[in-house]
């Protein structure tokens, strides 16, 4: 998928990827290509300033904790703010899919009403 | 590789210590990662793949700029409540330490005195006033994904409004020394380490505030020079 398209939705992509549970920036980008069936490859490095710009809004909230492999890892979860921006923003984006389902759908028989 | 391409993103983030040592370290972790659940039979070749995968590091930091940018103003704001907050409490300890120590002006300077009170007091509140306006500001300011020009003109408006929340704390301040000093002309001793201690933090609180506008300000006007050339 283009990755102009994919930085339009990159906060909501993010938000939305943290759903399931707090997590570090690469297990962020691994659930992102799950969840969207490998669809879905953006630059990796584009992910922490969106990451930054998110908790600086109050979306989300981050600690330091230490990995197994001893390293120090930033882990980011939603916070209540966050999880109804996610809410919202389900909700616009399932309007505005059912709108474009409905121009481009195979019912369309693009004749004028 | 991982380590020129760190070297490149810390020299790209320079502009912003603080943020740098927490993005290098975060990123430091994910190619380190993303390193090691890569098919090594040619290390150089996986360096190259995950370096690649991450992104240019100048256009990353291009991105954080707004972020920074939002975060300096957002501390200057904060700094500028603090400060404000603090000289009201060292004016008001002065005036209570005045009233138990029985400490009034001298007839001569009560004229001079009077005018200072005066000219303290709207420039404290002026500075009060515009010092919340600022944070108002501030805190409405939403951060875009990437550094534009309504984003900038915004952070030139704050820097404007740090600056001139600054110079009426100033003005108060020195008011406050001058006050202070006609207070201690005659009546001097160990009473006297509670007037000299307070004005001495709100000296200290309007130079703090005073570099960090300064600094933040200067990084504000100049935002333009951290988009990706």
């Known amino acids: ?113 | 590789m991982i380590a020129a391409y760190m070297k490149r993103l810390e020299e790209s983030l320079a502009h912003d210590p603080g943020l740098s040592a927490r993005v290098l370290q975060e990123v430091r972790d994910h190619l380190e990662e993303a390193l090691a659940a890569e098919q090594l039979d040619d290390p150089c070749a996986a360096e190259r793949r995950v370096v690649e995968r991450f992104g240019d590091p100048c256009e990353l930091a291009a991105q954080f700029a707004p972020v920074s940018l939002a975060r300096c103003a957002r501390r200057a704001g904060v700094a500028i409540a603090l400060a404000t907050v603090a000289i009201l409490v060292m004016m008001k300890a002065r005036v209570f330490w005045f009233a138990i120590v029985q400490w009034r002006l001298s007839e001569d300077v009560q004229t001079v005195a009077n005018l200072v009170i005066t000219v303290d007091r709207y420039a404290f509140w002026l500075a009060a006033c515009i010092g919340a306006a600022s944070l108002l500001y501030i805190a409405r300011l939403h951060t875009p994904a990437r550094l534009h020009a309504d984003f900038q003109k915004h952070l030139r408006r704050a820097a404007g409004l740090f600056i001139l929340a600054t110079v009426p704390l100033g003005v108060s301040v020195m008011s406050d020394l001058a006050l202070t000093v006609l207070q201690l002309r005659t009546v001097l001793g160990l009473a006297a380490v509670v007037p000299i201690t307070s004005i001495a933090i709100e000296i200290g609180c309007i130079a703090v505030i005073a570099f960090m506008v300064g600094n933040a300000a200067r990084r504000l006007a100049r935002s333009e020079l951290l988009q990706p050339r």
């Open chain 1, 1 to 113: 998928m283009e990755g102009e398209m994919l930085k339009g939705h990159l906060d909501m992509i993010i938000l939305a990827a943290l759903s399931s549970g707090p997590a570090h920036g690469y297990a962020i980008i691994e659930e992102i290509r799950r969840r969207s069936g490998e669809a879905f490859d953006l630059p990796e490095g584009t992910i922490y300033p969106a990451l930054h710009r998110l908790q600086q809004a109050g979306l989300l909230s981050s600690r330091w904790v230490t990995a197994e492999s001893g390293r120090r890892r930033r882990v980011y979860a939603l916070t209540a703010r966050g999880t109804r921006a996610l809410a919202e923003q389900r909700a616009v984006w399932q309007q505005f899919s059912a709108a474009i389902r409905g121009l481009l759908g195979p019912t369309h028989s693009g004749k004028p009403a």
